[in-house]
């Protein structure tokens, strides 16, 4: 991995390296004790960037097909965000 990038996001999260996985570049805090909390990075279609949202935050819904999503409020502008939840998003929640 370029060394800068993961300065940046070390910095970010106030991790070490090996307390990170990078997953369709969304990153996920592996490590709890060495960091303040793990996020997700979700969408903001009104602001048309993305916002990371605390695990706790995230409320987690099982649409009727049986696929798993989770909503969160956005802090910035109030509006609710949606995303469908990968296998690395599931297990962050507790939700497999």
């Given at each position: 991995?370029?060394?800068?990038?993961?300065?940046?996001?070390?910095?970010?999260?106030?991790?070490s390296?090996?307390?990170?996985k990078i997953?369709?570049?969304?990153?996920?805090?592996?490590?709890?004790?060495?960091?303040k909390?793990?996020?997700?990075?979700?969408?903001?279609?009104?602001?048309?960037?993305?916002?990371w949202?605390?695990?706790?935050?995230?409320?987690?819904?099982?649409?009727?097909?049986?696929?798993?999503?989770?909503e969160?409020?956005?802090?910035?502008s109030?509006?609710k965000?949606?995303?469908?939840?990968?296998?690395?998003d599931?297990?962050?929640?507790?939700?497999?």
């Amino acid at each position: 991995m370029h060394l800068a990038f993961i300065m940046k996001i070390t910095n970010r999260f106030h991790c070490s390296e090996k307390a990170l996985k990078i997953h369709h570049l969304s990153i996920y805090v592996l490590n709890k004790k060495e960091t303040k909390m793990a996020q997700i990075k979700f969408y903001s279609l009104k602001n048309k960037k993305s916002v990371w949202i605390d695990v706790e935050n995230i409320t987690l819904r099982t649409l009727e097909n049986g696929r798993k999503a989770g909503e969160a409020i956005d802090p910035e502008s109030g509006t609710k965000l949606f995303k469908f939840l990968s296998k690395d998003d599931r297990k962050l929640l507790g939700a497999e």
